[in-house]
C-alpha cells in the first residue's frame, strides 16, 4: 500500500485517513489508543488533524498489523526496535561526520 503519494494536504480528518487505509474509523481511534507515538492533533471541537507523520506511522502499523500478521504487542515491540535502529544509525552517521571534521582540523595543525 502506497498511501504517500497520495498525501497532498497539510491535515486529515479521521475519515479520510481511514479511507486511505480501508478500514473503519473505529479501528484508527482504536490504534491511537494503543499506540503511544500515534498522536494526532485535535482542533477545539476535538477532531483529530492527522498530518503527513501520523499517516506515515499509520501505514506502519497497518504493514505489520493487518498485511504481516502481526499481534499489537509484536507491532508495538517492531516499532520501538526500528526506532531505535534508527536513531542508533543516525547517531553512528553524526560521530562519523565529527570524526571526518577532527581528522580534517587535525592535518590543518
Do not use: H
Not at 498511501?3 to 479511507?19: M, N, R, S
Not at 507515538?37 to 505489520?64: A, M, S
Amino acid at each position: 500500500m502506497k498511501v504517500q503519494e497520495e498525501i497532498t494536504k497539510l491535515y486529515y480528518t479521521i475519515g479520510e485517513v481511514a479511507q486511505m487505509f480501508d478500514v473503519s474509523s473505529s479501528l484508527i481511534r482504536y490504534w491511537e489508543s494503543e499506540f503511544v507515538p500515534l498522536k494526532p492533533q485535535k482542533n477545539r471541537k476535538g477532531d483529530r488533524r492527522f498530518t503527513k507523520k501520523d499517516i506515515e506511522l499509520l501505514e506502519k502499523i497497518y504493514t505489520l498489523v493487518k498485511e504481516r500478521g502481526f499481534t499489537l504487542e509484536g507491532a508495538k515491540k517492531e516499532l520501538r526496535k526500528r526506532k531505535s535502529n534508527t536513531q542508533s544509525s543516525e547517531i553512528l552517521a553524526r560521530l562519523k561526520k565529527i570524526r571526518q571534521s577532527l581528522t580534517k582540523l587535525k592535518s590543518q595543525l
